[in-house]
């Protein structure tokens, strides 16, 4: 008797464990990376404003990206957010502007009046370069109608220096990027542009009776902006000359890197429903458009995708970096893997973006959020039309955002649904930055909403891992060191990284490199290859430090 | 000796309704509603992608095909049958004009196609084509939930029932539920053998799991065995292309340009893979003639013309709800659905097609000469017009125009002995001029050659007093069907007449 009790309370206990630990396992794991929305404490209390004129006209349903800088220079990430503006004179008794937030030690400060810096313009892109190297950070805006240049003076405010438009109609600027095209210090600047755009031109659409805004299709695309620094405070249109103007794309996102390793800066350029351009860059200010034969204008079907925000990294730590784009739903984030021989195959479908296919996305960003020398991707969504769920129940217009993590190189696991807080929310974004902004070591996120307030969001991840923050200075080089390409090693893994000025979705972020390190985090080497090919090697970084590289000399300072 | 006719103790309407569906196969395409015929690639601007999904998504501003302008009330012309039919009285009443006039709205025709495909399964519950057929509907107008509803009830009531399993996979693929869209496709495909539609989705959801092995293992599979189709070999490329075996990806490329010359997906790939293997030369050849082949990005159609695109596939799927109620026996709402398919889409075929027979059905031949003469003019190359035509004029009493009719499907199909053996009877059966016709059964004996068409000769030679060539004939008939009283008994009356003639 005794025996068979034993026996029985044995098989019952064995039963309570198989049925508890399947309990246990079939509860969602927390995820390791853990982004919380601290936007409600943040000190950010702007509201975007896409034109809203009632009239459905298709700029508006695609404003806007931001950008985070350090524009005081304190070592403090500050934030800059875009607006639209009244459309077709509609009248405004207070009109929305761009808006500028300093950054005081984690809170954040509305300084757009003193600064200067709230631009009345329709803003859409934005790219943060210190165009006349006196070690501020000047902003480029890209607006429907005259793009700007905001000159930081150094004392806090900005003033502003309109671009002249050539033709009749206002040009719709999009994204916008800084870079080196030669070599010569000053920072040259690219301004796509999306279609050409006018009033007078009325299509109405509907979609089974709800009212949608036009799409690109039913405009001619427009040819991109390239201006010259000449070095002197002005710039020289070269658009035509250089044969950035011998194509013409309904231009979105872009991104200049140097997608060849052969020390110049080339563009990608986004275009909406159309081939993607890869201008190469063949010197003496010359570029040569090759998307189609490096495999860029497509995705791996030969389809032409709904492309809007760009991003680059070397996810897989081949050393060449990949590029990442973002697209209409049903359309997969295209991630094109850098051979090194010159072109690109896209691999989106087989590295497990495919979960994002479900939404619509724009602004698009790769960080190492829990710093383990993979870099993650940060992808925001948001629908077009108002009232879409209405047409096709299974499309809101109000979408989540999607976190994926890399996987040591190989292929993204989507965690969104586990991953804190900021996660959860279901909104109708456009740009997102990414960056420092606690100066905790790790990188956070800033997500611009459509007709709404930003979403900030803090990466309070759980790890031990350590970064190395790395902030470099040109010298003969621009001062920004747009260009500079870097190499760290850490351990046995080199993880390279390019400064950009001007990516994901029409904004700008990343000044501030940011290396995770793993736990161990013993740096074994840093190397610089500065804009024209000059490189440098410097030791003695240690992982959990934030450094300056100054270009020439061969020390690292550590910055407070 | 009289000539036998085929089939006299059968039912007119029926007899010519059973040779219609019999000598469809005689051009009519073989495609199914669903599988459709992949021998080309679809353009350029429509892609593989899952029937719900609008076709060239494009714009990041949302323009698909699915969308509408404001639909002006354009009322093409009727054509004649229409407008006949307007005259027509059926059962005393004029037919509506609102069932031959098309929706003026994309919203309103959005409402007739639920209500219908609502009507149709109030009227059949039970049915799981009625449910396909209104998921369908659903998917068309972008009501996903809906449709998933309808084919998981179609599943509960048939569990391997194919289309819809099909369908909830390509649902499944919507929501990114990849692992349960192969489960579904994996279930649909062994039951709808030959098609290539769930294949294709199949391999898709295998690639966004990154299960590429599994993906090229699925295409690889049907193209072998459907080595026909163009978009199955572009496809096993491109997956070939992604897992980077770009020999295999150039062949399974080259195979689909040679089925479907100039396709710039298939010439786009190629020539990617082909700068993969270092052929640089060609592969810049072929993307410098891409690129100057390639189509504006433009889109410069009219909300009108958007709305007639939705209307046409609108149309298709009234014209599957016609087809549905009339093999249920409901005749009068078939062609009344078969009517507001064709107001949708005056050039869907398969709809006019569907409402002639009807008309033959219900007997209102006029109408369905009407409407034949118009499929003749649609499609002047398919033999199955003028051989139906014929035939329905035989039973209207024109034996004149019914034979010019066989004579068509004879020019037209010169390789199908249908056209000549109706020719021969029709000949027979007047009786008149049948000389005109020995060359006509020769060649019908020489094309196919059984036994009733040698019988079929030895008629002809019988009737033109050449009864060597009769015996001969009929030697050929009952060497090939011994046992056949109606020869032997032909053979014997034969023979009596040319014993008489020897004397």
Redesign the interface.
């Known amino acids: 008797m005794n025996r068979k009790r034993t026996l029985e309370g044995v098989w019952l206990a064995w039963f309570c464990m198989f049925v508890f630990s399947n309990c246990l396992s079939s509860v969602q794991a927390q995820s390791a990376i853990r982004l919380e929305d601290i936007t409600q404490t943040s000190g950010i209390d702007f509201k975007h404003f896409s034109g809203q004129s009632g009239e459905n006209h298709i700029i508006e349903t695609v404003t806007s990206g931001l950008a985070t800088f350090d524009y005081d220079q304190d070592g403090w990430i500050d934030v800059y957010v875009l607006n639209g503006s009244p459309l077709h004179g509609k009248p405004f008794l207070a009109p929305p502007k761009n808006r500028l937030y300093q950054n005081v030690r984690g809170q954040f400060v509305d300084v757009t009046e003193q600064s200067g810096a709230g631009d009345l313009g329709f803003a859409l892109g934005v790219a943060v370069g210190d165009f006349d190297n006196d070690g501020d950070p000047d902003l480029f805006i890209s607006n429907f109608g005259p793009n700007v240049l905001l000159v930081n003076r150094g004392d806090g405010t900005f003033g502003r220096i309109e671009f002249p438009q050539k033709g009749a109609f206002p040009r719709v600027g999009a994204g916008v990027s800084l870079l080196d095209v030669d070599s010569d210090g000053n920072l040259d600047v690219y301004f796509s542009n999306y279609i050409k755009f006018s009033f007078e031109k009325k299509i109405k659409r509907l979609i089974y009776g709800i009212p949608a805004a036009p799409g690109p299709k039913d405009y001619d695309p427009d040819s991109d902006t390239l201006y010259r620094n000449m070095g002197d405070g002005s710039f020289e249109d070269v658009s035509e000359s250089s044969g950035i103007a011998s194509v013409a794309g309904p231009g979105m996102g872009v991104v200049a890197f140097d997608f060849d390793s052969d020390h110049d800066t080339d563009i990608f350029v986004c275009n909406d429903s159309s081939e993607n351009f890869l201008f190469e860059n063949k010197g003496n200010f010359k570029f040569e458009e090759i998307g189609l034969i490096a495999g860029v204008a497509y995705d791996v079907t030969g389809a032409r995708q709904a492309t809007m925000g760009v991003d680059v990294a070397d996810f897989d730590g081949d050393g060449h970096l990949d590029i990442v784009t973002t697209n209409f739903i049903d359309e997969i984030p295209t991630l094109y893997r850098n051979s090194g021989k010159g072109y690109f195959d896209d691999i989106g479908p087989v590295v497990g973006l495919g979960a994002a296919s479900r939404s619509l996305t724009w602004g698009v960003a790769f960080a190492d959020f829990d710093l383990d020398q993979w870099p993650d991707l940060y992808i925001a969504s948001g629908h077009l039309i108002d009232g879409i769920s209405r047409v096709k129940d299974n499309e809101t217009f109000a979408q989540p955002n999607h976190l994926f993590r890399n996987i040591n190189g190989a292929r993204f696991e989507e965690i969104s649904s586990n991953s804190g807080t900021a996660l959860k929310a279901i909104q109708v974004s456009r740009g997102v930055a990414v960056d420092d902004l606690d100066n905790d070591g790790d990188c956070d996120v800033v997500i611009l909403n459509l007709n709404d307030k930003p979403q900030i969001v803090r990466n309070e991840t759980d790890h031990k891992n350590l970064s190395l923050q790395v902030h470099l200075v040109g010298k003969t080089s621009n001062r920004d060191a747009v260009g500079a390409v870097i190499q760290v090693k850490v351990g046995d893994r080199t993880q390279v990284q390019e400064v950009i000025s001007g990516r994901g979705y029409q904004s700008h972020f990343g000044s501030r490199m940011t290396f995770g390190c793993g736990a161990s985090g013993t740096i074994e080497s840093i190397s610089v290859r500065w804009p024209g090919g000059n490189v440098q090697e410097f030791n003695g970084a240690t992982a959990g430090e934030r450094i300056l590289l100054l270009e020439g000399e061969g020390q690292v300072t550590a910055l407070p | 000796m009289r000539p036998k006719l085929l089939l006299t103790h059968v039912d007119s309407r029926v007899k010519a309704l059973l040779i219609f569906c019999m000598v469809c196969l005689l051009g009519c395409s073989s495609s199914s509603p669903r599988g459709g015929s992949d021998d080309k690639i679809p353009s350029e601007t429509s ?3 899952p029937q719900s ?1 609008p076709q060239d ?8 095909s ?5 639909g002006e009330a354009t009322i093409t012309s009727f054509t004649k049958s229409q407008a006949s039919e307007l005259q027509e009285r059926e059962n005393g009443d004029p037919i509506p004009a609102r069932e031959l006039l098309p929706p003026t ?3 309103e025709m ?1 409402q007739e196609a639920i209500a219908l495909a609502e009507t149709l399964v109030q009227g059949f519950p039970d049915n799981p084509d009625a449910l396909e057929i209104k998921a369908r509907f659903l998917m068309l ?6 449709a998933k509803s309808c084919w998981m009830e179609a599943v509960r009531l048939v569990p391997d029932y194919a289309y819809a399993l099909h369908g909830l996979g390509k ?1 499944a693929m ?3 539920e ?1 692992d349960k869209a192969i489960d579904y496709l994996s279930r649909s495909i062994p039951k709808q053998p030959g098609v290539a539609e769930p294949v294709h989705d199949l391999a898709d959801a295998y ?4 299960r ?1 092995d599994d993906a090229l293992k699925t295409l690889k599979a049907f193209a072998e065995a459907n080595a026909h189709s163009a978009l199955t070999w572009l496809l096993l490329g ?1 997956a070939a ?4 075996d770009f020999v295999q990806a150039e062949q399974a490329y080259r195979k689909a340009l040679e089925l479907s010359p100039g396709t ?3 010439e ?2 190629l ?2 893979v082909l ?2 293997l270092g052929k640089r030369e060609e ?2 050849q072929r ?1 410098e003639a ?2 100057a082949s390639q189509p504006s ?4 159609r009219s ?1 009108d013309q958007v709305f007639q695109d939705e209307r046409k596939e609108c149309s298709t799927r009234f014209h599957s709800v016609a087809d549905f109620y009339a093999s249920s026996g409901d005749l009068a709402t078939a062609t009344r659905v078969a009517r507001r398919a064709l107001a949708l889409d005056p050039k869907n075929l398969k709809a006019k097609s569907t409402l002639s027979k009807l008309h033959l059905q219900n007997g209102r031949l006029p109408e369905a000469i009407a409407l034949l003469k118009e499929l003749r003019t649609d499609e002047p190359t398919n033999a199955s017009w003028p051989f139906t035509l014929g035939v329905i004029l035989v039973q209207n009493g024109d034996s004149k125009a019914a034979a010019e009719q066989y004579r068509e499907v004879i020019r037209l199909a010169p390789q199908n002995p249908v056209g000549y053996e109706a020719l021969t009877q029709l000949v027979l059966g007047q009786g008149n001029e049948v000389k005109q016709v020995i060359d006509i059964a020769e060649q019908l004996v020489a094309l196919r050659g059984t036994a009733a068409d040698h019988e079929l000769l030895a008629q002809v030679y019988a009737i033109t007093e050449d009864y060597r060539q009769a015996e001969k004939s009929l030697k050929e008939a009952i060497r090939r069907d011994p046992a056949n009283p109606n020869y032997l008994q032909a053979m014997k009356q034969l023979q009596k007449v040319l014993g008489t003639k020897n004397e």
Not at chain 2, 57 to 64: A, E, F, I, P, R
Not at chain 2, 141 to 146: I, L, P
Not at chain 2, 241 to 244: A, E, G, R, V
């Open positions: 892609h593989a992608k999904v998504t494009g714009g990041g501003v949302g323009l698909s699915s969308e509408s302008g404001l709205t994309s919203l959005r107008f972008g009501e996903v939930r809906g649902i919507l929501d990114s990849y690639t966004k799991l990154g590429l491109q292309q992604t897992k980077q710039s997906r298939a786009q790939g020539a990617t700068m993969r592969a810049k993307l891409l690129r990005a433009t889109n410069n909300p």
